[in-house]
């Protein structure tokens, strides 16, 4: 299947995300050599399916026209931001993307210096099942890198060697319900540390 320029093989993680391919539960823990053990799988693929649901409902409380509202004001603000049809040509460039999905009214930005690349990776490969839950069932959003290909229905990019400066200042841009990202641009100078220190949390207690 072509999907914006790209050739997208079906795998067992399917073309969308649904409740039945989100779980794909590890044993690895991918932090040190421990082996989880079946207490663990069973409970976390527990908790970890109640916050997918918690999400989908938290998703299906948006407002389309509202959120659209934004991201044409982003886009106008911003007009370096240009739709694409084909990643092809953006492989290896430089810059900041924006992975539009629709139907959940949310959107996801990042930067690379290999643009196409690393959204094909986002498409392909899996959220680690020991890293599905970000935070608690209450406040972890889902990681893009659940979603499935066909789940991006619009990319925006901006070409530009100058990565990372100024990404935090578009994330920013929109209202938090609309932003898929789990933690805040820009570079992560002490890495996960830095990263669990800018954490994005989502109340989805009251749904």
């Excluded at 959940?104 to 959204?119: A, E, V």
């Excluded at 490969?125 to 991006?152: E, N, Y």
């Excluded at 990372?164 to 570079?187: C, V």
């Excluded at 992560?188 to 830095?194: D, E, F, V």
Aim: net charge positive; proline share 3%; aromatic share 16%.
């Amino acid at each position: 299947m072509n999907h914006f320029g790209l050739i997208i093989k079906k795998s067992k993680f399917g073309l969308n995300l649904t409740r039945e391919n989100y779980i794909h539960p590890s044993r690895k823990n991918t932090l040190t050599n421990k082996i989880y053990d079946d207490e663990y799988i069973k409970n976390h693929t527990k908790c970890a399916l109640f916050n997918f649901d918690l999400n989908m409902r938290f998703f299906a409380k948006l407002d389309a026209g509202e959120f659209n509202a934004y991201l044409d004001k982003f886009l106008t603000t911003y007009p370096q931001f240009i739709p694409i049809n084909d990643l092809n040509t953006y492989l290896y460039s430089a810059g900041y993307y924006i992975l539009v999905l629709d139907e959940y009214k949310q959107i996801y930005l990042g930067t690379t210096s290999h643009i196409g690349k690393r959204i094909r990776e986002h498409w392909t490969l899996q959220k680690a099942f020991d890293r599905l839950i970000f935070g608690s069932v209450f406040t972890s959003r889902l990681s893009i890198d659940s979603f499935r290909p066909l789940d991006t229905s619009r990319i925006y990019i901006f070409e530009t060697p100058d990565i990372y400066k100024n990404e935090n200042n578009f994330i920013s841009f929109f209202p938090d319900k609309f932003i898929l990202n789990r933690t805040a641009g820009g570079l992560q100078p002490n890495g996960l540390s830095s990263t669990i220190e800018n954490m994005k949390y989502r109340d989805l207690s009251k749904l």
